[in-house]
């Protein structure tokens, strides 16, 4: 059986003998889209718990929109026209468009191009800045809420985003696009030190980190929300408007229903995080390994199928490479540092289920980061001598976006 995987903006394919037991796991979004636009301006008339955002408008002046920064596949270009023209027929000319970093690096102007579309130009638009931030107390887990200035200063506080499975934070989108997006790095840097937590995962609402961003975001206020559900082509199937609270968990439960799969133990996995951006470095493309790591038994092996054309992407992250397995976790287990937080996970994983990257990268730069390098046949034929005809097999051609589980999880 003849099996694709999404890698950068192209797809490759790999062969798999009948004799295996394969079972090939997708989300169930692969749906053809609705009509986009009608799906968008639907949420947007129906809002979850809230008043409708015309209606919000004549209540301000001044209206910041959050938006995703390249790393995500949210289809901005989509959201942004409907939102902007509620705004306006409520009265506000002054919106502001904020690309959320976090602590990403800057985007180049045609990635901000790409991710504004026909609105490039058109609308003032500016990237978050972890070092202008104001101070707006502290969660009971004990992180400082400091937030972009511009963000903090308007009158209304629109957040838009993709609905996903978050590996610790359970869930993207709603007040995720505060707290990281628009917040300081000691914000960030404190939240994130929650995804130790063990319920800090993939799936759960009640994760320690969300439940924080979300006390954060309630400090600032979250006016409304635009966010999307997507198909594996990356087009709208589903969105949800409203209540920063009760829109995100009916797209949750939309999301769960689509692309939430229970499977067997398995000894080999090979796994795409779906392709561009999702692949765009190693950083971005760990991202895939939670959503399949405890549907492999202890001793399994899992193929990473992943570009990378950018590297390690998280300076933090690579130099945390410097160190060999072990101390690079016992440093970890010392003390959460942000990036260095990547490299004790994989370094993690490592030790418990052998992990392959097929990739653009040179051969050194995979190893280094705890990886055994390889190509898509060279990594099968491994794997196949090691675990036999009776290896249990799964492919997750979009590991970015599916979430395996058992009803016993491995830890």
């Not at 300081?184 to 995804?195: G, T, V």
């Not at 975001?217 to 709208?236: P, Q, S, T, W, Y």
């Not at 992250?317 to 160190?323: A, C, K, Q, R, T």
């Amino acid at each position: 059986m003849l099996y694709y995987l999404p890698f950068g903006k192209t797809k490759v394919s790999i062969d798999i003998p009948s004799k295996y037991n394969v079972k090939l796991i997708k989300p169930g979004n692969s749906e053809s889209a609705r009509d986009e636009t009608k799906e968008i301006k639907r949420a947007l008339k129906t809002p979850i718990h809230s008043r409708r955002l015309v209606e919000i408008a004549r209540e301000g002046r001044k209206a910041v929109i959050i938006v995703s920064d390249t790393t995500r596949p949210t289809p901005t270009r989509k959201l942004l026209p409907p939102l902007i023209s509620e705004l306006k027929a409520g009265g506000i000319e002054d919106v502001t468009i904020v690309f959320g970093l976090g602590i990403h690096r800057k985007q180049t102007e045609d990635e901000k191009k790409a991710i504004l579309g026909e609105l490039y130009g058109k609308v003032n638009a500016i990237e978050h800045n972890v070092n202008d931030c104001v101070n707006l107390g502290t969660t009971k887990r004990g992180t400082p809420v400091e937030i972009f200035k511009h963000v903090a200063d308007a009158d209304i506080v629109i957040c838009t985003g993709a609905i996903e499975f978050h590996y610790y934070a359970g869930y993207s989108g709603g007040a995720k696009s505060i707290l990281p997006a628009v917040s300081s790095k000691r914000s960030i840097d404190a939240n994130h030190a929650l995804m130790l937590d063990l319920n800090s995962s993939a799936g759960r609402l009640d994760s320690p980190v969300r439940d924080d961003l979300e006390e954060a975001a309630r400090m600032l206020g979250i006016d409304f929300i635009l966010n999307v559900v997507l198909n594996d082509r990356k087009e709208i199937i589903f969105a949800v408007a409203g209540d920063y609270i009760e829109a995100h968990r009916k797209g949750v439960a939309f999301l769960d229903k689509l692309s939430r799969i229970e499977v067997e133990p398995s000894d080999i996995a090979i796994v795409s995080p779906g392709g561009w951006p999702k692949d765009i470095d190693i950083f971005q493309s760990h991202k895939a390994l939670p959503h399949v790591k405890n549907a492999v038994k202890d001793g399994g092996s899992i193929i990473l199928v992943a570009e990378c054309r950018e590297g390690y992407g998280n300076k933090v992250f690579e130099e945390w490479l410097e160190y060999d397995r072990n101390e690079v976790i016992e440093r970890f287990k010392s003390g959460f540092v942000m990036g260095g937080h990547k490299a004790a996970l994989i370094a993690a994983l490592s030790k418990r289920i052998d992990l392959y990257l097929v990739s653009s990268l040179p051969d050194e730069m995979v190893r280094r980061a705890y990886f055994i390098p390889a190509t898509l046949k060279g990594a099968l034929e491994a794997v196949l001598a090691k675990h036999g005809e009776k290896a249990k097999i799964i492919v997750m051609p979009y590991g970015g976006s599916t979430l395996a589980f058992q009803d016993v999880e491995i830890e």
